[in-house]
């Protein structure tokens, strides 16, 4: 696949800034990016980080040259990134520590090593915690010659309001289903039904499609389904079992939720759009499991759904949940 900004899916907009900012030779001290996860934030960044150090042409990257080369694969001594780590005593907690933007406000203080202009990407800026953020105000303000900052997060919200008052701000748009549809269809060896259930799961990232792929998500979901068409929800010995399988991987239980989730929308639209369905290769299955069911106890149960993914990333018990949704479920 081509590396350039022409090869940039869903964010016109942001590549029109950005390729004036270029244009213009106007580059600012600090950039922030925001947007979800998997939307080009972090390869428009490696890009500008091209444009601004190659060889060949001016403020464009030209992807051939040594410096470009060296950009792409992440070993140019004058791109540093940085990112969240996660906790000693946490595994699922990630922060941007202190100590990482010390280091980085002391680096900068040197001239680029063989670059024109060294460029720190941070990666998930949101996770800097306050004595981090504190730290890195002033480097903003009054980088040293030849240095800027891309800041990457996902809301504005999510930052010191002095930190993003120091930046560009860019917005990145969640990407088209069919766009992505499209991009999977072209590169990868996928089927169009499987292209269009990831491309409406994926929430408008590119990266949590692939990671779909990655993760067989097309198999896991006839699997779940199929459990689930056959399960028998009045016997709680079925319920019990049946949470204790799928709670045991967290990446099975959030795609788990996101099937579930998709399912009872279906289940409300199908009575009024039956064309806008997500799953239309089990029409027929989910009509036959809650035909008679009132409108505001599938909303019920969708709201039971997002709450427990909502709550994922905390410490909550993820078996006790399941148990209770499906629980939630079974009531007719």
């Given amino acids: 696949m081509v590396f350039d900004f022409d090869s940039l899916i869903g964010q016109d907009r942001a590549s029109w800034i950005i390729r004036s900012i270029l244009k213009k030779k106007a580059i600012p001290n600090a950039f922030l990016f925001t947007g979800k996860k998997g939307i080009g934030k972090s390869t428009v960044a490696k890009l500008i980080s091209m444009a601004c150090n190659c060889l060949e042409q001016e403020y464009t990257p030209c992807c051939n040259c040594k410096s470009c080369k060296k950009i792409q694969s992440g070993n140019h001594p004058d791109i540093i990134t940085v990112e969240p780590e996660p906790s000693p005593s946490s595994p699922d907690s990630f922060s941007i520590r202190v100590d990482k933007i010390r280091d980085i406000c002391s680096v900068i203080e040197l001239k680029p090593f063989e670059g024109k202009f060294r460029v720190i990407i941070i990666e998930d800026a949101h996770y800097m915690n306050p004595q981090a953020s504190n730290v890195l105000l002033k480097s903003l303000e009054e980088p040293p010659p030849s240095t800027f900052f891309i800041l990457c997060a996902h809301s504005s919200s999510l930052l010191l309001p002095t930190i993003v008052s120091r930046c560009r701000h860019i917005r990145f748009n969640p990407i088209d289903n069919k766009k992505i549809q499209d991009f999977l269809l072209k590169n990868y060896d996928i089927d169009e039904n499987s292209a269009f259930l990831i491309s409406i799961m994926c929430d408008g990232s590119i990266s949590t ?107 909550i018990n993820l078996r006790l949940n399941i148990e209770s949704m499906l629980f939630n479920l079974a009531r007719k």
Avoid at 239 to 257: D, G, M, Q, R, T
């Fill in 209 to 315: 499609a692939l990671e779909m792929m990655k993760n067989n998500f097309i198999n896991f979901r006839a699997f779940f389904l199929e459990q689930l068409h056959e399960f028998n929800f009045e016997k709680i010995g079925y319920i019990l079992s049946f949470a204790e399988s799928v709670s045991k991987n967290k990446k099975h239980v959030a795609y788990a939720l996101d099937i579930l989730s998709s399912w009872i929308r279906d289940l409300i639209i199908i009575r009024y759009s039956r064309e806008k369905i997500i799953n239309k290769d089990i029409e027929n299955k989910l009509i036959s499991l809650y035909e008679n069911e009132k409108i505001e106890g599938l909303l019920n149960k969708l709201e039971k759904i997002l709450v427990l993914k909502r709550n994922l990333s905390s410490s």
